[in-house]
């Protein structure tokens, strides 16, 4: 039995809801209730049965319908078709993010209407079915005994993996997102990955030639706690789906692995056992040392033929017998304590050790030999094996030794001590250069003191030493002598020396030459004072010359000054000129110090002879006359001069010209005083920052504004002060940051708080402040802008509610043209026996939608003002195309510039192009017959030509358009009177209208 499917309306407007439920219900659907708002949809879906929910997007009340159609979807699981008069992008973005099943725009063609719910519940059903056989599917794999994978798609996505897997690898689907996570995983290590990709590639494209099953892939796996598992891997498609099987093999090979290896290490071992006894046959019997085995009680098992030579017997005599047979009587009674001990306890003191003891050889006579004894087993007995060395001629040799080692190491010692106390740096080399001796000296004088030097090579310790050094050294070893007084030795890092030195060569007492001798003088220190007490005079001449100083000297005894060259040109005076070099203090008075400043020269001069202090100094400042007359200042600084027993015998000192620096500090300070004038009396905020952020100096405006004195400002940092928001300390800090290095600064705007707390707009500007070429501080200005921020917002506030306003307006003309359609569309109904008043309803509907489109378009545009027309035309076309059966036999060819026009012009030129569309679509083509409608719309230099056409049966010719009496020619040429344009028809091939117009201008109606 056919059940009708249940649908649920979601609209706030009663007629337009109506007019769907009749729609709905012509389509054999049970529409089960109407709701107006959100809340009451979800209710509504809560209490009844419901298929789908057809829901108009914008609603009154709590909810609009978008947050209602996600709650349905995720409460119920029931499909959303959405109805909406808005198409703007972040709504329809919104839509796109929930479950939905459809996107009907109003007017909601009825064709549309249908096709969508139709496609949307099949979808659902074919889902829901889908879920169930999924679930179902994934249960059966769960509880697989093989650990399986399931994966999707040509990305090879992980779609599933079973408890056992996880059980075996450990892995869950987070850790295996994709394949290309897993092989990673399993098979960390590279070569082996690609080894066991491959072979898997191999079988799977083997499998897919030859139309098989995939062979069995055997591979050791790398699980979560990184243990190996080694599993058979087989792979099985369905579709688009891949299963991998994987079966755990790990414990049937460990027990194969077990008992093959059990079965080698068998065969090695017995093998190496026969090798190993040979071998050590061999090597016994070719030793040097004697080797000898004994049993667990002491008696000789073995020994070789070297034990023969060392104790004089033969292998026949001391097989069977006692090892105490080669030990003297003192060490026998040891030996039996030691072996009745390991016999107790298993512990030896002498095994695997070295040690030197005393044998008794067959003659009777004892000798030292060195021993080292090991303990082994054979079955379950123990052996002992000793190994025996003479040491009786190494013995001789160590005592001869240490007699000749006593008297070297006296002589040695006195050797030493003559070149560690040598006043000088002494350094002694073999033939190869190598250190034998160096002096405490040489090692202090060339920072040696953590450096090993015997027996290293002089070049490695000092690996800057010149090829002209080394070709000195080769002869001295030759016999000849060198010597240096003064010369320069650069170190590899880069430090100087300066070295006096002797080589030498020294000599064996077989007179051959053993090696040399290098004397050296660090004479660093003394030559860097000469260079910088000729560095330090040409620095004070230099700072005399730069500092304009003239030096002079005073005899008190003889009253005499003493100038020189300097000190004449200060006065623009000669030696010549003068009379010589040598002048009395009443002369240098008169002839260049003006006569109201004498007295004051007379007295410095006296306070020098009369002070007490032999360090007295002193300086004064006055005028003098130069000989070209003009006059100079000039700052003397005086000091007192002593003998050799430390009597006054004078002064000394320098004049120095400071004219020009008195001009420059004045010139400064009326410069000061301007800029703190200009600094006090600019109206803006105006604050300087040093470059660590601490203010210097505010103006009176920065004071009134913030309420603060500038004490309470100055030697704060600007980010502690309480006068920026804390959100914009980043902000500004960030700004000082780019401009200290060197960055420009646009001005930007930001806030203060006023005195009485509130925020104030500025505008700031940021000013660095050089100081000797570095920056020193900032200048900032903050020009207030609160009242033109205030008025922008108003302004701003203004325009958005007037644009809100105006999308509204078209929003509800948009509506109430929707409300007209579904009116026209509830009339059908009534009059559907009458076809000609069924047409009449249809053609008005088109009309209102030509309209509703144009606010739609608005609604939409960014520029209220301007429709993008091509866009337009080709919704309306289509729309018309819909109304009459989507016409199939018919082709639509639109050929539009991208034009933008006016609403004035866009309406008459909608409804002309709805008329002209209808009537070919209606009577063109009889029959079914195919063909083409095309529109083209171009700008041809600010007039615009519109031309709709056919090529179908045409318009007879005993009809005159332009004074047809049909509702729709007559509204033709109607509308193209009110755009002042012109219309043509053109029979020659089906239908051709051709109308020509401009721009219409806004008018304004109040």
């Given at each position: ?39 009451e949809?979800i209710?509504m879906?809560?209490?009844l ?6 829901m108009?997007?914008?609603l009154?009340?709590r ?12 409460e119920f699981?029931?499909p959303?078709?959405?109805?909406t008069?808005?198409t703007?992008?972040?709504r329809f973005?919104r ?5 939905t099943y459809?996107?009907?725009?109003k ?6 209407l249908k ?8 979808k ?13 599917f994934k249960?059966?794999?769960d509880?697989?005994?093989l650990?399986?994978l ?13 408890s056992?897997f ?5 892995y ?5 997102p994709?394949?290309?996570h ?7 290590d ?12 191999n079988r799977?494209k083997?499998?897919?030639?030859n139309q098989?099953?995939?062979e ?6 790398t ?16 579709g688009?789906k ?5 079966t755990?093999i ?5 027990g ?8 080698e ?13 040979e071998?050590?046959?061999?090597v ?10 004994t049993?667990i009680k002491g ?7 070297s034990?023969?030579t ?6 026949g005599?001391l097989?069977g ?5 080669l030990?003297?009587?003192i060490?026998?009674e ?6 009745k001990?390991?016999n ?8 695997g ?6 044998g ?8 030292p030999f060195?021993m ?13 094996t ?8 190494r013995k ?8 000749i080692?006593k008297a ?11 070149i ?7 350094a002694m ?8 001796a160096?002096?405490k000296?040489w ?6 003191k953590s450096i ?11 690996p800057?030493?010149?090829?002209e ?18 010369d320069k030795?650069?170190r590899?890092d880069?430090?100087?020396?300066y070295?006096?030195?002797?080589v030498?060569?020294w000599y064996?007492?077989?007179d ?6 290098i004397?050296?003088?660090?004479i ?5 004072a000469e260079?910088?007490?000729k560095?330090n005079?040409?620095?004070l001449?230099m700072?005399m010359?730069?500092a304009?100083?003239?030096y002079?000297e005073?005899n008190?005894e003889e009253?005499?000054f003493?100038?020189?060259d300097k000190?004449?040109s200060?006065?623009?005076t000669?030696a010549s ?6 002048m009395?203090?009443a002369e240098y ?15 410095e ?11 007295y ?8 006359i130069r000989?070209?007359?003009e006059r100079r200042?000039?700052i003397?600084?005086i ?5 050799k027993?430390?009597?006054k015998?004078?002064?000394n000192?320098v004049?120095q010209d ?6 420059a500090?004045?010139a ?7 800029y703190?004038t200009?600094?006090q009396s ?9 470059m660590?952020?601490?203010l210097?100096?505010?103006n009176r405006?920065a ?7 500038k ?16 959100e ?19 001005p ?6 006023d ?8 505008e700031?500007?940021?000013?660095i ?6 920056p020193?501080?900032i200048?900032?200005?903050n020009?207030?802008?609160t009242?033109r921020k ?10 958005k509610?007037?644009?809100i ?7 509800r003309?948009?509506n ?12 059908e ?5 009458n076809?000609?008043?069924v ?10 939608l030509?309209?509703?489109l144009?606010h ?10 301007l ?6 035309i ?6 018309l195309?819909?109304s009459y ?23 008459p030129l ?10 070919s679509?209606?009577y ?17 230099h ?8 056919d ?7 005993e009809?005159?358009f332009n004074t047809e ?11 193209v009177?009110?755009?002042?344009g ?25």
């Open positions: 039995m056919f059940v009708k499917s249940k649908i649920l309306i979601i609209e706030d407007e009663s007629i337009e809801a109506k007019d769907l439920k009749e729609s709905l219900k012509s389509f054999g659907y049970d529409v089960v209730g109407i709701a107006s708002t959100g809340d949809a209710n879906v809560a209490e049965k419901v298929d789908l929910v057809l108009d997007v914008v009154k009340g909810i609009d319908g978008i947050e209602a159609a996600e709650n349905i979807w995720e699981n029931i959303v078709v959405y109805l008069s808005h703007e992008e972040n973005n839509t796109k993010l929930t479950s459809g996107y009907l725009i007017p909601v063609n009825k064709t549309d096709n969508t719910i139709e496609i949307a519940l099949y659902h059903r074919k889902e829901g079915s889908l879920k169930h056989n999924e679930a179902l249960t059966m794999l509880s697989a005994p650990a399986i399931l994966t999707i798609g040509t990305e090879e996505k992980v779609e599933f993996i079973n056992r996880t059980e075996i690898f450990g869950t689907i987070e850790d295996i994709d394949v290309t897993w092989w990673p995983l399993a098979y960390p590279p070569k082996y990955r690609q080894k066991i990709k491959q072979i898997w590639t799977v083997k499998a897919v030639q098989t099953e995939i069995p892939v055997e591979a050791e796996v699980c979560k706690d990184r243990t190996v598992r080694i599993v058979e891997a087989k792979l099985s498609s369905i688009e891949n299963l991998v099987f994987f755990d790990t414990e049937n090979k460990k194969e692995e077990k008992r093959r290896k059990g079965e290490r068998r065969k090695r071992g017995e093998a190496a056992l026969k090798k190993s006894e071998r050590f046959r061999a016994a019997e070719s030793a040097v040392d004697a080797i000898i085995t049993d008696n000789i098992k073995y020994a070789n033929k034990l023969k060392i104790f004089g017997y033969s292998l005599e097989t017998k006692p090892l105490p047979i030990m003297p009587k060490n026998r040891n030996y039996l304590k030691e072996l001990k390991f107790k306890s298993g512990e030896h003191r002498l095994i050790k070295k040690v030197t003891t005393t008794l050889k067959k003659d009777g006579t004892e000798f060195e080292s004894l090991a303990a082994w087993k054979s079955g379950n007995k123990t052996y002992f000793s190994i025996i060395r003479d040491i009786t001629e001789k040799a160590e005592n001869e030794l240490k007699t080692n070297l190491k006296k002589r040695d010692m006195e050797f030493r001590h003559f560690d106390d040598a006043p000088v740096a002494i080399f073999d033939r190869q250069m190598r250190y034998i160096a002096s000296r090692i202090g004088d060339f920072n040696l090993k030097l015997q027996g290293r090579s002089h070049y490695d310790i000092f800057e030493i010149t090829d050094l080394k070709e000195i050294h080769r002869h001295a070893l030759a016999g000849s002598i060198f010597y240096g007084e003064d030795f650069v590899a880069g430090t100087i020396q070295l006096r030195w002797e030498h060569p064996l007492s077989s051959d030459i053993g090696g040399i001798i004397f050296s003088e660090d660093t220190e003394r030559k860097t260079e910088e007490l560095s005079q040409w620095r001449e700072s010359e730069i304009n100083l003239a002079w005073y008190i009253d005499i003493t100038f020189n000190f004449y200060l006065y623009s000669s000129k003068e009379g010589g070099y040598q009395s203090s008075a008169t002839r260049f110090v003006p006569p109201e400043e004498q007295v004051l020269v007379g007295e001069v006296a306070k020098a002879i009369e002070s007490d202090n032999p360090n100094s002193s300086t004064t400042q006055h005028s003098i000989r070209d007359g200042f000039i003397v600084r000091r007192t001069r002593l003998d027993n430390g009597q015998i004078g002064t000192g004049n400071v004219t020009e620096l008195l001009k500090e004045k400064l300070k009326e410069s000061e005083e301007k703190k200009l600094f600019d109206p803006d905020y105006t604050i300087l920052v040093g660590d952020g601490v210097l100096d505010v405006a004071e009134q504004i913030t309420g603060l004195l004490d309470e400002l100055i030697g704060r940092h600007f980010m502690e002060l309480e006068i920026f928001p804390k914009d300390l980043g902000m500004h800090n960030e700004m000082f940051s780019h401009l200290s290095k060197g960055e420009y600064i646009s930007y705007e930001s806030r203060i708080y005195k009485e707390g509130k925020i104030r707009w500025v700031t500007l940021l000013t402040i050089m100081k000797d070429e570095e020193d501080s200048l900032i200005i020009n207030d802008i009242k205030r008025d922008d917002d108003v302004i701003k506030a203004s325009l509610e007037k644009e306003l105006l999308k509204e307006i078209h929003h003309v948009k109430n043209l929707q409300i007209i359609y579904s009116l026209l569309d509830l009339q109904d009534y009059v559907k026996e076809s000609t008043a047409n009449v309803l249809n053609e008005s509907q088109n009309r209102v030509a309209m509703s144009i739609e378009t608005l609604y939409q545009s960014k520029d209220l003002s429709i993008n027309f091509s866009e337009y080709k919704n309306l076309t289509s729309n195309f819909y059966g989507s016409k199939s036999n018919i082709t639509q060819i639109i050929n539009v510039e991208q034009i933008y026009l006016n609403i004035e012009t866009s309406v909608g409804l002309i192009i709805t008329e002209l569309v209808s009537n679509l209606k063109a083509f009889p029959e079914d017959k195919s063909g083409k409608i095309s529109v083209k719309l171009v700008n041809k600010g007039e615009f030509e519109l031309t709709l056409e090529n179908g049966i045409g318009i007879p010719e009809i005159n009496s049909t509702l729709g020619l007559r509204l033709v040429n109607t509308l009177n009110q755009l002042d012109t219309i043509e028809l053109n029979r020659t091939n089906g239908t051709q209208f051709t109308i020509t117009f401009q721009e219409l201008t806004y008018n304004k109606r109040v």
